[in-house]
């Protein structure tokens, strides 16, 4: 193993998303629907609107009544929103009517008040108006058996109101993908426990929870293994049942490096390590058994770069997502750039609100306070010859994660 070639990173997330399959499905009441990816069409039960209404205050008449202004008519009604005009607006009649009051039978415009003259039971318009003026038509929006919602889209709070409005309570989606997170390293502790005098605070499966959790996964924290074979092949017996075995640390060839061999005694079988990329290199695919399992390296830059890289796609295929989440964007360099070299980096880099990237000037792994300072990591090509400031660059977005 130790032999293998480095690959690109576009062949490692295609070999990754293409090797799982969606979970499975769930119904789930509206009001918790928001963030979630459907498995299914949604199909309106209602015609929206039900039937032609006003746009705006004002009173509905008959277009050929005021053709020439001003003209006076005799008000008959009122068609308020929620209520209805029941009769028939005649030669010289006139409705008062109200935003998203039904327009009555004979009326064919609206006259908005600004417009209007009102005086006892008459009304005299002011202004000319043509027919169909601020009359919303039945079905304008959307109509009974129309889908509006497609299978693999992840709901916005704009798709649930939309949602809400095509009367549609329950909707089919996928289930939250169960993650397991394995860390591993003696030199680990947890925030607020005890600290020897060789070790540190355990990051990285943290913010790897709160990724999963904002992709829509749900994570499992199996806890800490130390550099101990016995104790390593024992929590890792934990993700059974999970959709995805994560690991943090151990995903090199060290002589405390364990993950391979050990999980190899447990049916780890590996489809590829290592990545031509910067921070992140030494990265584990493959498969426990039946379980997917990600293998991600222990500083904790590299390891939320990959969860950015990797976990993000993975967490999309495995619910079906339509697409897939595109975080990329074009901007532009605020500082030259040299050349780059064989792996494809990921540069840490404050990002303006006119598109402007600046790589920070000190980029190593371990520096969790850069990575949570910038606005994107601007992607280097292998090879990418040396950049100017002004040249296009394309980005990774890091907001949203």
Known sequence: MAGQPLIPVDEALARIT?????????????????????????????TQPPFAVSAMDGYAVRAGDVATVPATLRVVGQAPAGGAFNGTVGPGQTVRIFTGGP???????????????????????????????????????FRTGDVMLAVG????????????????????????????????GDELVRPGEPIGPHQIVSSNALGLAAMIAVCGGEAIDLGIAADNRDELRAMAQGARGADMLITLGGASVGDHDLVQSVLGEIGLKVDFW?????????????????????GLPGNPVSS?????????????????????????????????????????????????????ATAFRVQDSAMLSSLAQAGCLIIRPPHAPAAKAGDAVQVLLLDGD
């Not at 769930?26 to 979630?36: F, K, Y």
């Not at 109101?161 to 591993?184: F, Q, S």
């Not at 999309?316 to 494809?344: C, H, K, V, W």
Request: glycine share 10%; with cysteine.
């Open 18 to 46: 293409g090797a799982l399959a969606p979970v499975g499905v769930e119904w789930v009441n509206i009001a918790q629907a928001h963030g979630r990816v459907l498995a299914g069409d949604v199909t309106s039960n209602r």
């Open 274 to 294: 290592k990545i031509a990329m910067r921070p992140g290199k030494p990265l584990i695919f493959g498969h426990m058994n039946e379980t997917p399992m990600l």
């Open 304 to 356: 939320m770069v990959c969860g950015l890289l990797f976990v993000r796609p993975a967490i999309s295929a495995l619910l079906g997502e339509a697409g897939g989440g595109n975080y990329t964007r074009t901007a532009i360099l605020g500082a030259d750039m040299g050349p780059n070299d064989n792996r494809q980096d990921y540069v840490r880099a404050s990002l303006s609100a006119d598109g402007v």
């Open 103 to 141: 327009v009555p039978m004979g009326a064919d415009t609206i006259v908005i008040q600004e417009d209007t003259q009102a005086e006892g039971d008459q009304m005299t318009v002011t202004r000319p108006v043509t027919p169909g003026r601020h009359i919303r038509a039945e079905g304008l929006d």
């Open 153 to 184: 889209r992840r709901l916005s709070a704009r798709d649930v109101a939309l949602a809400a409005a095509m009367n549609v309570p329950w909707l089919l989606v996928r289930r939250r993908p169960r993650i397991a997170l394995l860390a591993t």
